[in-house]
C-alpha cells in the first residue's frame, strides 16, 4: 500500500493573525479534552456542582481516557469587581473561592478552565440576563494575573458585543494572549470573536491561530442534527461539521478550530438520535477539534459513558500528527485524515433518511495495492477488506462510519 499526497489544503487568503508561531508556550500539542458546565447548567452553575462533576470524571474513567479541563463557565464572578479591581468570585455559589476550587480540581488529577468577557461585559452581562460589567477589557493584566494566582489551566474569552471591527477584535484578544504570556503560566487560550455579532463568524473568516490556542470558529451548537439556519444562528451537529470543512489547513500543534462543544448525553428538544451523537464524536475527531463535553456527568447513561469514552476515537482526535481532515473529492460525507507516520483514518457520513451500503474508492484516497487494504471500525472493531478498489461499509441514518487503515 502507499499513499499519494493526501490532503493537500489550501492557505487560509488572509494569512494567520498574530504570526506563525504558537499562540501561548508550554500548553498541549493535541486537541484539550474535558468538560464545560454552561450546556446543562449555565448560570445555575455553583461550587458543588463543579466539584461534583470533577469527581463524575475521575469515578467514570472519563479523567484517565484524556478529559482533565473542568471549564467554568459564565456566572461564577460577582457582579462587581474587588476594591483593587480584581475580579472576584460570587460569594453565595462559590464560598470557598476560585483558588480553592482549583485546588480541588488540581488534587484529583484535573485542571482548571474558567471563562472571561473580552469586552467591558461577560455574554450574560451583555445580553442583560445577569447583572454587572465584569469584561476583561482594559484588565487585561490584572485579570490574567489573577488567573494565573488562582493556578488557572485554560481561558476561554468571550468577545460578547455587537461591535464587530476586526481591528478591536484583534487588539482585545491579542491583548489577553499577552497578558498571559507576561504571566508566565502556561493557560490554554480559547477564544470565541463571534457572539453578539449578528451576521457574521470572525472566528471562521480569519485564522487567529497566531493569537489563540483554540477559536470558535461556529455559532453556538444545540443539541439537533440540522436547525437549518445561516451561520449566524444557533447550529446543529451536521451545520457544524460543514461549517469547519474549508478550515482544516489553519490546524496544527496548539492551534485548532473550536466547532463548539460535544452535547453528546445533553437533553435537548428533539435532541439527537444516537447515531447522530455518534457521528458528532467521529467527526469532532477526524477535525482535530477539542473534546469538551457538556452534559451532566453525574447522570449520564451507559450508552452516553461509552460514546465519550470511547479510547479508539479518542485515540484519532488526540494523535500526535495534529493534521484535521478534510472531505474527500468536495464530498460532504466521505473525509480523511492523515495520522501517525503514514496511517490514514476515513469517516463516511450517512446523511440519508434510510440505510445505505457506501464507498470510497482507493484512488480518491491515494493508495495503491487494493489486496493489502483494509480497515478497522474505531466503534465496532470490524474489519473491512479493500475489493475492486473500493471500501465498502453499510453505515445506518445520520450514523458515521470511522475507519482506521493502518
Known amino acids: 500500500m502507499a499513499m499519494l499526497g493526501l490532503l493537500a489544503c489550501t492557505p487560509d487568503p488572509e494569512g494567520r493573525i498574530g504570526g506563525d508561531g504558537v499562540a501561548i508556550d508550554g500548553v498541549p500539542v493535541t486537541p484539550p479534552m474535558g468538560w464545560n458546565s454552561w450546556n446543562t447548567f449555565g448560570c445555575n452553575i455553583t461550587e458543588q456542582i463543579v466539584r461534583e462533576q ?151 473568516e480569519f485564522d487567529w491561530g497566531g493569537v489563540a490556542t483554540m477559536t470558535r470558529v461556529t455559532n453556538d451548537i444545540t443539541p439537533v442534527w440540522s436547525t437549518n439556519a445561516d451561520d449566524s444562528g444557533a447550529q446543529g451537529v451536521i451545520d457544524i461539521v460543514d461549517a469547519v470543512a474549508p478550515l482544516a489547513s489553519r490546524v496544527g500543534p496548539s492551534a485548532f478550530n473550536d466547532p463548539d462543544m460535544l452535547v453528546v448525553g445533553v437533553d435537548g428538544n428533539p435532541g439527537l438520535t444516537l447515531a447522530q451523537q455518534r457521528t458528532q464524536m467521529s467527526m469532532w475527531a477526524m477535525m482535530a477539534a477539542p473534546l469538551i463535553a457538556g452534559n451532566d456527568l453525574t447522570r449520564m447513561s451507559t450508552q452516553t459513558l461509552d460514546l465519550l469514552g470511547n479510547r479508539a476515537v479518542i485515540v484519532i482526535d488526540q494523535d500526535d500528527r495534529v493534521s484535521a481532515g478534510a472531505p474527500v473529492d468536495d464530498d460532504a460525507e466521505i473525509w480523511a485524515r492523515a495520522i501517525g507516520d503514514k496511517g490514514l483514518v476515513v469517516s463516511l457520513t450517512n446523511r440519508a433518511d434510510h440505510p445505505r451500503a457506501m464507498s470510497v474508492s482507493l484512488g480518491s484516497l491515494g493508495l495503491v495495492g487494493d489486496a493489502t487494504v483494509s480497515a478497522v471500525d474505531a466503534w465496532t472493531g470490524r474489519q473491512y477488506q479493500a475489493a475492486n478498489g473500493e471500501l465498502t461499509v453499510d453505515v445506518a441514518v445520520n450514523d458515521t462510519v470511522l475507519l482506521q487503515i493502518a
Open 54 to 204: 470533577a469527581d463524575a470524571l475521575v469515578v467514570t474513567g472519563l479523567r484517565d481516557a484524556g478529559y482533565r479541563y473542568v471549564v467554568v463557565d459564565d456566572c461564577w464572578a460577582a457582579p462587581e469587581r474587588a476594591d483593587d479591581g480584581s475580579l472576584q468570585a460570587d460569594p453565595r455559589r462559590f464560598p470557598s473561592g476560585m483558588a480553592a476550587l482549583g485546588q480541588y480540581l488540581h488534587d484529583r488529577g484535573l485542571k482548571f478552565g474558567l471563562y472571561a468577557g473580552a469586552d467591558d461585559k461577560t455574554c450574560t452581562q451583555f445580553l442583560g440576563t445577569y447583572p454587572g460589567a465584569t469584561g476583561s477589557r482594559g484588565h487585561e493584566g490584572r485579570d490574567a494575573q489573577t488567573f494565573a494566582d488562582w493556578q488557572v489551566d485554560y481561558l476561554k474569552y468571550d468577545w460578547c458585543s455587537s461591535n464587530a471591527d476586526h481591528d478591536d477584535q484583534v487588539s482585545a484578544f491579542t491583548a489577553m494572549r499577552d497578558a498571559i504570556r507576561d504571566t508566565g503560566r502556561p493557560m490554554v487560550y480559547s477564544i470565541n470573536p463571534n457572539s453578539g455579532v449578528a451576521e457574521s463568524v470572525p472566528g471562521a
